[in-house]
């Protein structure tokens, strides 16, 4: 039996292709650039995996592709980016994959929060505008601050804060005068508390909780990924009611199947969702639970992919130990030279490079600054997080 992968996350592709192996599956990764996943592949020594080389952005060269494939059983979601792609290869192939309505609301965020006000399940406010065409006289009827963004966008790119009207008039105006801004904007509220990842998944309309995530961003204006750690305990704490709350959420966008990385803020008028993506957590969420629960969680994707039940959805779940990582960034822009770990501790963590040396850093406030990802683990969530903190610390990440 065969899958199609349109892509993947940077990492995750060994794990998969264990799973695949363990099913007896073979994957076929198509992607228009294997650079990409150049990590992941030095590692990987198998059977079940092959990569094509093809454009994942054109429709017509994955189904053609796709159609020379014996026993194919299915299309694979792994990213953002390539979901809606996804989605429409498996409708014309006549395939099952993910719901195609969930999909389109999680991955355009207006029509999300549309979704979430008419359920009653927040109490903040959003505006679409189109850039070109901005009616300033309807800006005076959102709550400041809010939050600026593109309604599609991911790895937290064109993501803005302003604090009034004058300060959003004086950043439309700068989003405006670039051409490589989006054609449309999201303004959302700003929701202030502390931030959360839920890590779920679905099949068949039943949703389980794996896994709470802690995130530390960088300070605003900026959203950048600094820090995660899981599993986070919930009994008797501020989280314990996210279980039965994101299965209402969830249920609201008929997410029906799939993993999902809802991001979310307890604030002091209670939960509210940031953003759901219709995939496993990015960074190194998917091997953190894979070493926390010593199991491999992306056996799911495939068995979803061949569709069958994922054993994941029922299966006892024992936390072995808890997992923390750090997002090592450039500190200026230029040309990525190496990663100098030669201080860290290497009994207490494990560096994962997503740059290889040559990358030109364009600039500093996004996730494409991102050079390595640093994890440890702890007794608690908590401890491996701070043992992933100090680590971090002795990184250097030099430029030419």
């Known amino acids: 039996m065969n899958l199609i992968l349109i892509e993947a996350l940077t990492f995750g592709l060994g794990r998969l292709t264990e799973a695949a192996k363990d099913l007896g599956i073979h994957l076929y990764l198509l992607t228009y650039n294997r650079s990409i996943y150049e990590y992941e592949l030095s590692k990987i020594e198998s059977e079940h995996l092959t990569v094509v080389d093809i454009d994942t952005f054109n429709i017509d060269s994955i ?17 953002d980016t390539w979901t809606h792609v996804s989605v429409q290869v498996n409708e014309r192939l006549g395939l099952v994959g993910q719901n195609p309505e969930s999909v389109l609301i999680a991955r355009n965020k207006d029509l999300l929060r549309k979704t ?33 963004k593109d309604p599609s966008g991911t790895g937290s790119k064109n993501v803005w804060l302003a604090t009034d009207k004058q300060n959003l008039l004086m950043l439309l105006t700068d989003i405006k005068d670039n051409p490589d801004s989006p054609e449309k904007l999201l303004l959302e509220t700003y929701f202030t508390g502390t ?17 709470i995530s802690s995130r530390i961003l960088s300070d605003v204006p900026l959203f950048m990924e600094k820090a995660i750690s899981l599993p986070v305990e919930t009994e008797g704490t501020e989280l314990a009611s996210v279980e039965g709350w994101i299965k209402k959420v969830l249920n609201s966008i008929s997410y029906t199947d799939g993993f999902a990385h809802t991001e979310f803020v307890v604030t002091s008028d209670g939960l509210e969702v940031i953003e759901i993506n219709p995939r496993l957590g990015g960074v190194q969420i998917g091997e953190s639970l894979c070493k926390a629960f010593n199991s491999n969680i992306y056996s799911a994707y495939i068995e979803m992919g061949i569709g069958q039940k994922p054993a994941l959805l029922n ?25 100098d770990d030669t201080l860290v501790n290497d009994e207490k963590c494990r560096v994962y490079p997503c740059a290889k040396r040559g990358k030109e850093i364009l600039k500093l406030n996004d996730q494409s600054a991102c050079v390595a990802i640093l994890t440890s683990e702890g007794e608690t969530s908590e401890i491996a997080l701070l ?14």
């Open 195 to 211: 931030l959360y990842s839920a890590e779920t998944l679905s099949y068949a309309g039943e949703t389980r909780l794996i896994s």
């Open 116 to 148: 979430l006000i008419d359920n009653n399940l927040t109490t903040g406010q959003y505006m679409l505008l189109e850039v070109d065409s901005i009616d300033k006289s309807t800006l005076t009827s959102i709550r400041y601050p809010v939050i600026v």
């Open 387 to 400: 043992n992933a903190i100090a680590e971090s610390n002795r990184v250097i990440v030099e430029m030419e």
């Open 315 to 339: 299966e006892e779940l024992t936390k072995h130990t808890s997992v923390g990582q750090v997002c090592l960034y450039a500190k200026e822009t230029g040309k990525f030279k190496r990663i």
């Open 63 to 79: 189904v053609d592709y796709a159609k020379s494939l014996d026993d194919l059983k299915g299309v694979v979601n792994l990213t």
